[in-house]
């Protein structure tokens, strides 16, 4: 199966999300830069991540992203979608 760049990235951009083991999130410039991903191009991703409920913003000002679920909770079809 050959999946789309936004697919790809957002996958990309998960894998990112759910290896981090702090509870600050991580910040889209942080992925962006970890994934050779351009941050413009990131922003139209994780926004329709955000959108399918699969990541959200840690509380508070200047707060980087996390998952919703676990990771094993969350399929590539997910992704896909959003």
Known sequence: MKFSTKTRYG???MIEIASDTSQLGVFQKDIAKNQNISNK???HI???LKASGL???V???KSGYILT???SEIS???IHNS
Do not use: Q, S, T
Request: hydrophobic share 40%; with cysteine; proline share 5%.
């Open 46 to 48: 994780i926004a329709g």
């Open 11 to 13: 996958i990309r951009a």
């Open 55 to 57: 990541i959200c913003n």
């Open 41 to 43: 191009y990131l922003d």
């Open 59 to 61: 509380k508070g000002k």
């Open 69 to 71: 679920r676990k990771p």
């Open 76 to 78: 590539i079809f997910e």
